[in-house]
């Protein structure tokens, strides 16, 4: 019987699958007798439908959906939900942040929770960034290797360069400069290489979830990369402090538009915030994802970003999915 299950779940996924990894990386080959072909290319779009209560709403079928892609509806598109689906998620902390390493405990207890809702064939990976991005646990689905890896870390490992102090020794010249510049996109460059890695594996569901302060800013390269990839991008924002003159009223602005581009979300835990129920509803709202799957018309632009729109005939409800795709990635 269960060899039947799977044998039935993975013909379900290769449905979904055929050119999905990757999302938009075909782009033309060139055949034996030389002429340039355009590759068949798909675009897949996780959807989380949640209730007012955030939360999620299982059991929609196919016929619930509508897609529009610049606004022209798309009929011929592959639906697919499955809990059982093996789940790839990316877990990256920024560890420059006193106030995401001031939260360390709160946040290893959350990705302990999450972890062990989730089933054994899921693979996870966990790296931290800051004045550097660094791979702390390779892709795996053994949790005694990942509960190892995370009791193994602490805050101390993590401690900043530079001290407050030595930020106010330099010039005024110097000084001045440092306030008013823009701060390191930072995230951004995790936010790359992270999704590269997600990239790299077979699995249909793929997610990141990323701990940060929101002292970032958005460049249009990064918004373009997240766009081709269009993997769901969860937040755990932890409020903190900045120098930047724009860091002060842009703090957060990065995160929630990258949630909102990918269908993810952006949660600001309170101090009185159980980590284990945090981590078991975003665990509820990525294994009730629904997968709608569909081919570009060849007509639409190759270098342009395209909007996606998805309808749900349910009412009282609400849609969380990637909001565009790009066919090529800067």
């Known amino acids: 019987?269960?060899?039947?299950?799977?044998?039935?779940?993975?013909?379900?996924?290769?449905?979904?699958?055929?050119?999905?990894?990757?999302?938009?990386?075909?782009?033309n080959s060139?055949?034996?007798?030389?002429k340039i072909q355009t590759e068949s290319i798909r675009v897949v779009v996780p959807i989380s439908v949640q209730a007012g209560n955030a939360e999620a709403v299982a059991g929609l079928k196919k016929e619930d959906f509508a897609l529009f892609v610049d606004k022209v509806p798309v009929k011929d598109f592959q639906f697919l939900h499955n809990a059982d689906i093996p789940v790839f998620m990316g877990v990256v902390f920024d560890h420059s942040s006193p106030s995401v390493i001031g939260h360390f405990g709160w946040m290893k207890e959350m990705i302990r929770g999450l972890i062990h809702e989730f089933s054994p064939e899921d693979r996870f990976f966990l790296?931290?960034?800051?004045?550097?991005?660094v791979n702390l646990q390779s892709p795996t689905s053994d949790r005694i290797e990942i509960m190892e890896t995370l009791n193994n870390l602490y805050p101390q490992m993590f401690s900043t360069?530079?001290?407050?102090?030595?930020?106010?020794?330099?010039?005024?010249?110097?000084?001045?400069?440092n306030l008013k510049s823009d701060p390191p996109n930072k995230t951004a460059i995790a936010l790359?290489?992270?999704l590269q890695t997600l990239e790299q594996a077979d699995n249909p569901k793929k997610v990141l979830l990323v701990f940060s302060d929101g002292d970032e800013n958005l460049s249009n390269i990064t918004l373009h990369h997240v766009q081709r990839y269009g993997y769901p991008c969860y937040f755990i924002y932890f409020k903190g402090s900045g120098f930047g003159e724009r860091s002060l009223f842009r703090r957060g602005e990065m995160l929630k538009t990258v949630a909102r581009e990918t269908g993810g979300g952006v949660i600001t835990p309170a101090k009185?915030?159980?980590?284990?129920?945090v981590g078991r509803t975003i665990s509820e709202w990525i294994r009730n994802q629904y997968l709608i799957g569909f081919e570009p018309s060849p007509e639409l632009a190759r270098d342009k970003t395209h909007a996606i729109l998805v309808?749900?005939?349910?009412?009282?409800?609400?849609?969380?999915?990637?909001?565009s795709f790009r066919f090529v990635k800067e």
Not at 15 to 22: E, S
Not at 30 to 34: F, I, L, N
Not at 272 to 277: G, N, Q
Request: hydrophobic share 30%.
């Open 161 to 177: 360069r530079a001290s407050f102090w030595d930020f106010f020794k330099s010039g005024p010249q110097d000084l001045t400069k």
């Open 272 to 277: 009185t915030d159980d980590s284990s129920v």
């Open 30 to 34: 060139r055949s034996s007798s030389g």
């Open 127 to 133: 790296a931290t960034y800051g004045y550097s991005y």
């Open 311 to 323: 309808t749900a005939d349910r009412p009282d409800t609400q849609l969380y999915y990637r909001k």
């Open 1 to 27: 019987m269960a060899n039947w299950r799977r044998t039935a779940l993975g013909l379900l996924i290769l449905c979904l699958q055929l050119g999905i990894q990757g999302d938009l990386r075909s782009e």
């Open 192 to 194: 790359d290489r992270s």
